[in-house]
């Protein structure tokens, strides 16, 4: 079976620079999860989607970042300007409804100089 | 009260010893408890998870313990490897809460 899908596997662009990230959830789970790991901060869960629709985004930083799900099989994570406090290596999970256990990508590691 | 504290925060064990990670919690309500495991340049797999309505849970060399009373779990892997060097997770949520409160994680290093 192939499992959550993330594109690209590492970035490196400049400050200010628009940057989408890539997430391919297992087919047929309805629930998708981004989040950002640093060193510092641990884990965070950025946003929540199910069944393609936003349901919690608290944990998005700033205006900066926004998520989309235009359909089951795919979603976006894109931060409109970058900024060097922005690097880290962001995840994306999808699970078999909101209670399952959620199953991650490779992950896709962010670097902003 | 959101958070779950997991100790320590890195170890060192001999392989064929006995591999202890803890955590505890402080609300009541949680009632899933898994526990991940990652190792670099991948991302965070399920290994085991338990619910309160049972002490231990037992999957191969993991094993879980859960002390409801304490509001304590942990993580024994039993005959450690060197393969089971990764970094390790605890983690909590409640009902059909998707958000999971993580550990701030457990760096596992089994030497040879």
């Known amino acids: 079976d192939a499992g959550v899908i993330q594109s690209p596997r590492h970035e490196v662009t400049e400050m200010g620079q628009e940057v989408t990230l890539r997430c391919k959830p297992i087919?047929?789970?309805?629930?998708l999860f981004w989040y950002r790991q640093t060193m510092m901060r641990g884990l965070e869960l950025l946003i929540y989607?199910?069944?393609?629709?936003?349901?919690?985004d608290s944990g998005m930083p700033e205006d900066r970042f926004s998520a989309k799900m235009p359909n089951a099989s795919f979603s976006t994570l894109k931060i409109q300007p970058s900024e060097p406090r922005d690097s880290a290596v962001y995840f994306c999970?999808?699970?078999?409804?909101?209670?399952?256990?959620?199953?991650f990508g490779d992950g896709t590691r962010l670097s902003i100089l | 009260q959101q958070q779950v504290k997991q100790s320590p925060q890195s170890l060192i064990v001999q392989k064929g010893g006995i591999s202890i990670i803890n955590c505890a919690y402080e609300?009541?309500?949680?009632?899933?408890f898994p526990w991940y495991q990652q190792f670099p340049g991948k991302g965070p797999a399920l290994l085991i998870a338990?619910?309160?309505d049972v002490s231990e849970k037992k999957e191969g060399r993991f094993t879980i313990s859960f002390n409801k009373s304490a509001k304590q779990f942990s993580l024994h892997i039993m005959d450690s490897q060197p393969g089971d060097s990764a970094t390790y997770f605890c983690?909590?949520?409640?009902?059909?809460?998707?958000?999971?409160?993580w550990g701030a994680g457990t760096k596992l290093i089994i030497k040879p």
């Open positions: 983690a909590a949520s409640m009902g059909s809460n998707y958000q999971l409160i």
């Open positions: 989607f199910n069944n393609n629709v936003p349901i919690d």
């Open positions: 338990i619910r309160p």
């Open positions: 999970a999808s699970s078999f409804g909101v209670d399952q256990p959620q199953h």
């Open positions: 087919s047929g789970h309805n629930s």
């Open positions: 609300n009541t309500a949680f009632d899933y």
